[in-house]
């Protein structure tokens, strides 16, 4: 890290850092797309069109990410500035900041995922996600299927706004955004029923682990074993 610092601002390696988390997660995706349960394997639905605007999000927001540091003399966006010499953060730190980092995660995207279903904005931001009626019938890139101001909000903010909140290390924020990613492909993969639940009845499952959706009461029934319900 510190020869990275030595000829890069913060800012520019941020923005490396988070190309790479992206790359990998689409390579993870790729790798895990194969075990995917045989009443899961149906990825007949998804169109090269719907793959190519779920990348064309990935390099809005990375240009977008790398024009902001551009912008802004090199300081970085996601976290605390870093200087050199670079102390890479505990293993305790690193579950204690992860651990609080995906309770508040889901907490921002349930706020926004639900103001997203208020009718105006549903129309104009986040109905094209909606034109997937079944998300485990799609490739696992398709999470990415919406328009750019929705991926922004609903998966580039979250992201944000937990890392400079807490003030996360550098490392700790790559990692949190990779899991937070590949989570969403690993849920997919092997049959994220309650994303299903929400794309079928657009009233509940808000929210990204549940957490939320359970304090706020807006748990599918389907997600409880029962059946479901409309808003």
Request: proline share 4%; hydrophobic share 45%.
């Amino acid at each position: 890290m510190d020869s990275l610092l030595a000829r890069y601002p913060p800012g520019y390696i941020e923005v490396l850092g988070s190309i790479t988390v992206q790359l990998l997660y689409l390579v993870f995706g790729l790798l895990i797309e194969p075990f995917r349960p045989a009443e899961y394997h149906t990825k007949r639905a998804t169109s090269s069109k719907m793959i190519l605007l779920s990348l064309r999000n990935h390099i809005f927001v990375t240009l977008l990410h790398a024009a902001y540091v551009f912008i802004n003399s090199g300081h970085s966006v996601l976290t605390k500035t870093f200087d050199s010499p670079y102390t890479p953060p505990t293993l305790t730190s690193v579950i204690r900041d992860l651990a609080i980092a995906l309770i508040f995660r889901d907490v921002i995207f349930w706020t926004i995922h639900r103001l997203w279903h208020l009718p105006f904005i549903y129309e104009h931001v986040h109905a094209k996600h909606h034109e997937v009626t079944h998300p485990a019938d799609h490739h696992v890139w398709t999470i990415s299927y919406m328009s750019v101001t929705d991926f922004v909000f609903l998966y580039g903010l979250p992201v944000v706004a937990v890392a400079k909140t807490l003030e996360m290390d550098i490392l700790t924020t790559l990692v949190f955004a990779f899991i937070s990613a590949a989570g969403e492909q690993v849920k997919l993969v092997w049959g994220d029923e309650a994303h299903d639940e929400h794309h079928l009845d657009l009233g509940v499952n808000y929210g990204v682990y549940g957490f939320m959706d359970w304090v706020c009461g807006t748990t599918g029934c389907k997600t409880q074993g029962g059946k479901g319900k409309g808003e």
